[in-house]
């Protein structure tokens, strides 16, 4: 089973707070190895080589670089962590058996309690639907928005630097998403006219005057010290395995 863009998403952002939690002093030893053996920590905190031509003197020539493990590369081979499986029902063997019997095959993860339960309805032919994977379950007490969570991650990021006031990340993290905006302007009006493609994001800047501040410094140094925290907290959440879980910043 394939995942659409619009489910993949959260797990796309909680791959990247994963990834930024790796690369970070503060977090890097508390992320629960054993929860995420599935995942290939070692892939998501490594390096890529990412490829492009670029047109130097009327000539196209390789240029290389390097960048954080990419999502899109690493889905490709771990989307099954999210999807439903094949191996979580019981189900009636198809091939030669002996005449007179039933012959069924059993998932070795199952409990004795588990069997007893559910053999009645694969004998009857009722096998139930297998069911999403619970282990890697988006887990929040409210409707999930990845557009914030982006912005918390990417002033959280920026403010890792040191070098930048509260006031310029909120002027880095906005200018960040106008550029993706038009990265993706062919996708968002192929989805205005279509359906399929991603929908535009509202602006961070216009999250601020929706918040009920003002732009001015001030506020907009408060707001990205709140989105700091949250994404501080979150950080914390993916860590033990929780996404995004509760990041309320106070």
Sequence with gaps: MKLSNKEIQPYRIWYQYLQTALKDKKFSNKVDKNYYKDWNLKLISSKYTLKKRKKISGKLEKRF??????FDKWIE????????????????????RTPNTILVEIPVSFNVQRIQRDIGKAVKGNVAKAQIHQRFKIQTNRPLQTAPLDYFRWAYEYKQS??????????????????????????????LKT??????????????????????????????SRNIKKAQNILSNVCKGVFPGNYSDH
Excluded: C, M
Excluded at 87 to 93: C, D, E, M, T
Excluded at 171 to 191: G, H, L, P, S, W
């Design 162 to 191: 040191g070098k930048l006031k509260l006031e310029e990340i909120w002027y880095k993290v906005n200018q960040k998403q106008i550029d993706r905006q038009k990265k993706v302007a062919k996708r968002v009006e192929r989805y």
């Design 77 to 96: 081979k771990h989307e099954h962590l999210f999807t439903q499986s094949d191996n979580s029902q019981i189900k009636l063997f198809g091939g030669k």
């Design 65 to 70: 670089r390097k960048v954080d493990y990419p």
């Design 195 to 224: 359906g399929k493609g991603i929908r535009k994001r509202a602006l961070s800047g216009a999250q601020l005057e929706h918040s009920g501040f003002t732009k001015t410094d001030k506020n907009r140094a408060v707001l990205i």
